[in-house]
């Protein structure tokens, strides 16, 4: 069975950092590009971050950009999300996804081919 499982959500008070894991079973992540999305209540999921396949190459949405960082370890078959400074806006349920590509093609989630259930952050004092 091909998944994608998220884990390292939790609650956190403002400042504070997680960092989230996404782990690969029944498939290798080393020939997809990983892509980081979260959706808060109400509002449509939005793309956080995203490495290439090999780590070389790594985005993140502005809202997040110097606060983020996105790695991987292929060997371990898992990406992470360090999230650090982190803010009640960045409140959501955060969800990983793979595309069969070096690349990521921007955040369209119709685009991934494989998606995590989610594991939620909340950031609140």
């Known amino acids: 069975q091909l998944q994608l499982v998220e884990s390292g959500g939790g609650l956190v008070q403002p400042g504070g950092s997680l960092r989230l894991s996404c782990a690969a079973s029944?498939?290798?992540?080393?020939?997809?590009?990983i892509g980081w999305f979260r959706q808060a209540p109400g509002k449509e999921r939005e793309g956080v971050s995203c490495?290439?396949?090999?780590?070389?190459?790594?985005n993140y949405a502005d809202s997040v950009k110097g606060r983020f960082t996105i790695s991987r370890d292929n060997a371990k078959n898992t990406v992470y999300l360090q999230m650090n400074s982190l803010k009640p806006e960045d409140t959501a349920i955060y969800y990983c996804?793979?595309?069969?590509?070096?690349?990521?093609?921007?955040?369209?989630?119709?685009?991934?081919?494989?998606w995590g259930q989610g594991t939620q952050v909340t950031v609140s004092s």
């Open positions: 996804a793979a595309i069969g590509d070096d690349y990521c093609s921007g955040y369209v989630p119709l685009a991934y081919d494989y």
């Open positions: 029944g498939f290798t992540l080393d020939y997809y590009a």
């Open positions: 490495i290439s396949s090999s780590g070389g190459s790594t």
